[in-house]
Every structure is written in C-alpha cells, then in structure tokens.
C-alpha cells in the first residue's frame, strides 16, 4: 500500500495536537515547516530527543493522526522550544462514525436531577460509556456527566441510559450503558485522542 505524503494532508500554519510519551497533556500548536517525513513545531516546553509522538490534525478529507519520534529539541529566544519530529508511522484517518471501545477504569461523576453522585467508568468510547454506580438509576433517564481523562483534563457530556442492570460487585453494583446525546465536538475529540493514547500506550507495554 502506498503511502500518504505528510505534504498532502498538511501545510505550513496546519494546527496540531501534539501528544508526547503517549499519555502527557496534549499540545495544540501549528506546523512550521513540513519537508518529506519531517515535521518542525513550536511547543512551550522543552522535549527529548527520542521521545515518542502521537500528532492529530484535520487535513484534506478527515480527521487524521500519524506517529513520530523527536529527533531535535531547540530553544528559541521567545522562550519557546522548537521540535523536529520525524514520521514513523501513519498517517491513519480516524473513522468518527464508528468508534472504538476501550476498556479502562476512570473516575467519573453524574448530575441526574437534583443529585449529584460519583461514578466508575468501566469502558468509553466516543459515541457513551458504561459506568458502575452505587446508585440506581432507570433505563430512559437522561443526566449529565464529568468525565476525568486523567493527564487529557475532564469532559462534560449529556447524555440517556440505554440499558441498566445490576452486578455481584458489593460496592458499584448498579451498571448502566450511556449514549451520549449532547456533547462538544471538541471534547469528543479529546476522547478520541485519549483512547488513541491509552491504546499507543498499552501497545509499546505488550499488553
């Protein structure tokens, strides 16, 4: 299969996210230059040479992501540091409509009328969750959520429970699957890059 050319998809003033090691906090900045596998950014804090890198952009036709490693790491007197990034895999389009589901523990909470209560989220993707709770709620009830993505910040999202049931688990026994019926663009973004991340992550482990 041939490969996409960084040059198709990307220009000179392309905005970026840049995500390092896999699981830090996600950069947005612009592509200065774009030359073959090389990619120059400007980020406001310094990177090692030889650290691993996950980048996002819109470009022609979709929302694309591809893997890089730093190969040079520079300062620049407006206290900035410019990144030479080079190409090690990818670009992959990243399909929106139909999302991946991770398996994961993250914390959660939940604003159901006039109760506010924590949750666990068992599992996530960009269309809802499943979350454990102590609490009991119907099938149907709409409510809305707080999702901590750790290092990726939190996200807040409305949304119905589609199916509810309970488990042998003593404390979170409740379970319920979420779809999400109102959510920022932005912040289903932001949970697309986390589950790329965890799933970047888990892959250079060998889980």
């Given at each position: 299969?041939v490969?996409?050319?960084?040059?198709?998809?990307?220009?000179?003033?392309?905005?970026?996210?840049?995500?390092f090691?896999?699981?830090?906090?996600?950069?947005?900045?612009?592509?200065?230059?774009?030359?073959?596998?090389?990619?120059?950014?400007s980020?406001p804090?310094?990177?090692d040479?030889?650290?691993e890198?996950?980048?996002?952009?819109?470009?022609?036709?979709?929302?694309?992501?591809?893997?890089?490693?730093?190969?040079?790491?520079?300062s620049?007197?407006?206290?900035?540091?410019r990144?030479?990034?080079?190409?090690?895999?990818g670009?992959?389009?990243?399909?929106?409509?139909?999302?991946?589901?991770?398996?994961?523990l993250?914390?959660?909470?939940?604003?159901?009328?006039g109760?506010?209560?924590?949750?666990?989220?068992?599992?996530?993707?960009?269309?809802?969750?499943?979350t454990?709770s102590?609490?009991?709620?119907?099938?149907?009830?709409?409510?809305?959520?707080?999702?901590?993505?750790r290092?990726?910040?939190?996200?807040?999202?409305?949304a119905?429970?589609t199916?509810?049931?309970?488990?042998?688990?003593?404390t979170?026994?409740?379970e319920?699957?979420?779809?999400?019926?109102?959510?920022?663009?932005?912040?289903?973004?932001?949970?697309?890059?986390?589950?790329?991340?965890?799933?970047?992550r888990?892959?250079?482990?060998?889980?």
């Amino acid at each position: 299969m041939v490969q996409i050319k960084l040059a198709q998809l990307l220009n000179p003033d392309s905005r970026l996210e840049v995500v390092f090691n896999w699981n830090s906090k996600p950069h947005t900045c612009h592509a200065l230059r774009v030359s073959g596998d090389l990619v120059v950014i400007s980020v406001p804090e310094p990177v090692d040479t030889g650290a691993e890198a996950c980048v996002f952009f819109t470009g022609s036709g979709g929302y694309y992501s591809f893997r890089a490693c730093t190969v040079r790491s520079e300062s620049l007197p407006s206290g900035s540091y410019r990144v030479v990034l080079r190409r090690t895999g990818g670009p992959d389009r990243i399909q929106r409509r139909r999302y991946y589901r991770l398996k994961i523990l993250l914390d959660a909470v939940v604003q159901a009328g006039g109760s506010i209560f924590p949750v666990r989220i068992k599992d996530i993707s960009g269309g809802g969750v499943l979350t454990a709770s102590k609490t009991p709620l119907p099938e149907g009830r709409e409510l809305k959520l707080c999702i901590d993505l750790r290092s990726f910040g939190s996200v807040w999202a409305h949304a119905r429970i589609t199916r509810a049931g309970e488990t042998e688990e003593q404390t979170y026994r409740y379970e319920y699957g979420l779809v999400f019926t109102g959510i920022d663009e932005k912040d289903r973004e932001k949970i697309i890059k986390f589950i790329f991340s965890e799933q970047r992550r888990l892959l250079e482990k060998g889980v």
